[in-house]
């Protein structure tokens, strides 16, 4: 499904941050965490930045107020002056703004929409309004990472939303990390421990395929199934899904049973290529892959499919961005991940 191209960002742009699920960016001991995101946006990218109504009204108020969370994502859509939307961060039930959202809303006024985890959802209300999204960094992750933003991350934040060319090869990060430093103003200068890379894995597969990017959180995309965010199957032909699981690291055995159900369902035997992340803190890293061959190859009989594994993208710092609808290409034969267009107009 091809989908609609906001226009890129430019410096002075004004940009709105939203809190859609966990409000912690207003809480008094992360509020800290919210202006370092925000002052990196102005310093960094030379952007202006907005808070809506209700983004710093904190976790409890946000978590009893889903419609109001709906409402900022709603009016920051609407505003001519906003160029991008930033998700603070993620959390586990943006799901219940489904009630309170327009659509119509979000295809009328297109612009570049930002996040990860739990942010799938806010992505999929893009997608049926037939607007592309950018799985990617969050405001109080990675934009206020301890020191500095890492430098991959500053780069395909650049290069996707500042950049209307072609987007291009991907390149691993040489490095990562899932070390979790408490979010303490005193922390803000303990830089984390980074770990060799060693890039991508091709389960299976050979040569070239391309398709449309597709997909998500793995859990959120278990709250999305049956509802009217969920995409018709045909929406998932030819395309290149890209999967990855959040910090809840769920086990085995539910990833196992999650793409059986993808298998049953008929997802699987209609895509391209499949895309999954680092699992976060390399737990399981053995495991998925595991049932990734059990469900994909030995079940399913899906032998042909091209499996990179190990991607950087999701939970594990840092990230590259994924434009959903971009036509992607996987070189099984290489390792190569190339984005064959912009991410933006």
């Not at 009016?75 to 489904?98: H, M, Q, T």
């Not at 060319?165 to 990060?173: H, K, Q, T």
């Not at 859990?219 to 809840?248: G, R």
Request: glycine share 8%; net charge negative.
């Amino acid at each position: 499904m091809e989908l609609m191209q906001p226009n890129k960002l430019r410096p002075s742009d004004r940009v709105a941050c939203v809190s859609l699920s966990w409000g912690g960016a207003g809480d008094a001991e992360t509020l800290w965490r919210y202006q370092l995101g925000k002052k990196r946006l102005e310093e960094v990218f030379g952007l202006r930045v907005i808070e809506m109504e209700n983004t710093l009204k904190g976790s409890d108020f946000l978590y009893h107020h889903p419609e109001l969370r709906a409402a900022d994502l709603m009016n920051a859509f609407r505003d001519p002056e906003v160029k991008a939307i930033f998700s603070c961060i993620g959390g586990e039930e943006s799901i219940r703004l489904l009630p309170y959202i327009d659509i119509e809303v979000i295809r009328n006024h297109p612009k570049i929409f930002i996040g990860y985890s739990d942010t799938t959802v806010t992505h999929y209300m893009c997608r049926k309004a037939g607007l592309s999204s950018f799985y990617g960094p969050s405001l109080l992750a990675e934009l206020a990472e301890n020191v500095r933003i890492f430098p991959y991350n500053e780069k395909w934040l650049r290069k996707v939303l500042f950049d209307s060319d072609p987007i291009g090869r991907i390149e691993p990060s040489l490095a990562w990390t899932s070390q979790r430093i408490p979010w303490l103003i005193e922390n803000s200068m303990t830089e984390k421990i980074m770990t060799q890379g060693i890039g991508p894995i091709v389960l299976q597969g050979k040569g070239k395929v391309q398709g449309r990017l597709i997909g998500g959180c793995l859990e959120v995309l278990e709250m999305l199934k049956d509802t009217e965010l969920w995409p018709d199957k045909s929406e998932f032909d030819h395309a290149i899904l890209f999967l990855e699981t959040s910090e809840d690291m769920p086990t085995p055995t539910y990833v196992e049973y999650w793409l059986r159900n993808y298998g049953s369902s008929g997802i699987l035997q209609r895509i391209n290529g499949l895309l999954w992340s680092k699992p976060y803190n390399e737990k399981y890293f053995d495991d998925y892959q595991r049932v990734i061959k059990k469900v994909i190859t030995e079940e399913l009989g899906l032998s042909e499919l091209p499996i990179f594994y190990n991607m950087n993208f999701g939970h594990t710092e840092p990230m590259m961005i994924l434009p959903l609808g971009c036509l992607a290409e996987m070189d099984a034969d290489t390792a190569a991940f190339t984005l064959l267009e912009s991410g933006v107009r």
